[in-house]
């Protein structure tokens, strides 16, 4: 076996590559055009290959870890889906824009592949501390790690990683401007004086909200009907079952307290099964009882 994965955070990747390409003008992802898809990716596996020295090793694939609204992929995300060797992992977005569930599952995955022994190196790009524990795992599994952060200090953009996951990665890459210029570009919306803004090509629509109570204004919660509890508690059962074993500890005796590291793949792995939408607080708090439930001692 001597094969690896590339993890590519696209947050991170692309806040960082629009505050390069535009000179700090912008941090809208919607400022930024990919204009070679199938260019980027091939940087990211060059820039890979030369931090783990990777030249005789196999890829296996590229994850590319993205939040997606209700409305679906856009058209930048169908763009680098159609790139060969490239798997699209969808987190979601809330309501401020944020993407939400990605770093929860780049830990999911990672594990995952370890466990299988499907890869003896990673490279991630992402600046999230909350990987760390990832990172620690898949180390112990004997796979080595290399991170890529996305700076350019010329244009006073910093790499903004964690000292968590530079600290405990086997070795850390860079990519600048001269990787970033010939596939991405600063395309800002043109406006019309007097006209609308306009959109974007690779905008997303926001999400409708909530329905809302007519009295006070406020998102009526959904209620947590039968048919959901049957679901998430099968989703849980199956999420236990996919672990082998590897829940020890999971649980802390005098707190009853989830890991969070677990408790984050918990719920994504539920937010996944139901496939409609984030969970509402009462389905975390339900999921999380069914997981103390049905935890072996």
Same mark, same amino acid.
């Given at each position: 076996?001597?094969?690896?994965?590339?993890?590519? %955070?696209?947050?991170?990747?692309?806040?960082?590559?629009? &505050?390069?390409?535009?000179?700090?003008?912008?941090?809208?992802?919607?400022?930024?055009?990919?204009? %070679?898809?199938?260019?980027?990716?091939?940087?990211?596996?060059?820039?890979?290959?030369?931090?783990?020295?990777?030249?005789?090793?196999?890829?296996?694939?590229?994850?590319?870890?993205?939040?997606?609204?209700?409305?679906?992929?856009?058209?930048?995300?169908?763009?680098?889906?159609?790139?060969?060797?490239?798997?699209?992992?969808?987190?979601? !977005?809330?309501?401020?824009?944020?993407?939400?569930?990605?770093?929860?599952?780049?830990?999911?995955?990672?594990?995952?592949?370890?466990?299988?022994?499907?890869?003896? %190196?990673?490279?991630?790009?992402?600046?999230?501390?909350?990987?760390?524990?990832?990172?620690?795992?898949?180390?112990?599994?004997?796979?080595?790690?290399? *991170?890529?952060?996305?700076?350019?200090?010329?244009?006073?953009? !910093?790499?903004?990683?964690?000292?968590?996951?530079?600290?405990?990665?086997?070795? *850390?890459?860079?990519?600048? +401007?001269? %990787?970033?210029?010939?596939?991405?570009?600063?395309?800002?919306?043109?406006?019309?004086?007097?006209?609308?803004?306009?959109?974007?090509?690779?905008?997303?629509?926001?999400?409708?909200?909530?329905?809302?109570?007519?009295?006070?204004?406020?998102?009526?919660?959904?209620?947590?009907?039968?048919?959901?509890?049957?679901?998430?508690?099968? +989703?849980?059962?199956?999420? *236990?079952?996919?672990?082998?074993?590897?829940?020890?500890?999971? *649980?802390?005796?005098?707190?009853?307290?989830?890991?969070?590291?677990?408790?984050?793949?918990?719920?994504?792995?539920?937010?996944?099964?139901?496939?409609?939408?984030?969970?509402?607080?009462? &389905?975390?708090?339900?999921?999380?009882?069914?997981?103390?439930?049905?935890?072996?001692?």
């Amino acid at each position: 076996m001597h094969r690896y994965v590339v993890m590519v %955070d696209a947050g991170y990747l692309l806040r960082q590559s629009i &505050e390069i390409v535009s000179r700090r003008a912008s941090t809208k992802r919607a400022d930024l055009e990919i204009n %070679d898809p199938a260019g980027l990716i091939k940087v990211l596996l060059s820039k890979a290959s030369a931090a783990l020295d990777l030249a005789d090793k196999e890829l296996l694939r590229v994850y590319w870890y993205d939040g997606v609204f209700s409305s679906g992929l856009s058209q930048q995300q169908r763009a680098l889906v159609e790139v060969d060797d490239v798997q699209f992992r969808a987190g979601t !977005v809330n309501g401020k824009g944020q993407q939400k569930g990605v770093d929860s599952l780049i830990v999911t995955d990672l594990i995952e592949l370890t466990t299988h022994h499907a890869v003896c %190196d990673a490279v991630l790009v992402t600046g999230d501390g909350d990987l760390a524990v990832g990172i620690e795992i898949a180390q112990k599994r004997g796979v080595r790690i290399a *991170v890529l952060g996305v700076e350019d200090l010329a244009a006073g953009v !910093v790499h903004h990683q964690s000292w968590e996951v530079t600290s405990r990665a086997d070795r *850390v890459g860079r990519l600048g +401007a001269s %990787d970033l210029a010939p596939v991405v570009k600063f395309n800002p919306p043109k406006t019309v004086p007097g006209a609308a803004p306009a959109v974007p090509v690779n905008s997303q629509p926001t999400p409708p909200g909530p329905p809302t109570s007519a009295a006070s204004g406020a998102a009526a919660p959904r209620q947590l009907t039968a048919s959901d509890q049957t679901a998430i508690k099968a +989703a849980v059962v199956a999420y *236990v079952a996919q672990q082998s074993g590897q829940l020890g500890n999971a *649980v802390d005796a005098a707190t009853s307290r989830i890991n969070p590291l677990i408790d984050r793949a918990l719920i994504h792995h539920v937010f996944q099964s139901l496939a409609r939408g984030q969970l509402t607080n009462a &389905e975390k708090i339900y999921a999380r009882s069914q997981f103390r439930a049905v935890l072996p001692p």
